[in-house]
């Protein structure tokens, strides 16, 4: 009754899932702590051992609020069904029947 697209909107809460999962998986980290090997003695590996630790945290924090939002969308999709149901229900008690399109 709404014309809400449930589906939709649940299929954009899977994407945005997928989305915030592929940027948690992203490894920063891993990469700036190789450079200490790579290059002994040079003040540049700490550098970019610290930059990319807090490269990686903001992705983390990217990642988090992106599933935050999928979840928000989720929860959205399901109070539009329940509402559309609910208010059909409502309806249906007082024998109401929207006009069928001509």
Known sequence: MLQADIDQLNRLATTLN?????????????VGDQLAAALPG???????AKAGEYTEGAWL?????????????????????????EFAKQLDTMAFHPPKDR
């Not at 040079?42 to 970019?48: D, N, V």
């Not at 924090?61 to 149901?85: F, H, K, S, W």
């Open 61 to 85: 924090r990217v990642a988090q609020r992106i599933r935050q939002l999928a979840n928000i969308t989720t929860q959205c999709a399901a109070n539009y069904q329940m509402t559309d149901e």
């Open 18 to 30: 997928d989305v915030g999962n592929s940027i948690d998986a992203l490894e920063i980290r891993t």
């Open 42 to 48: 040079a003040p540049i590996p700490a550098t970019c």
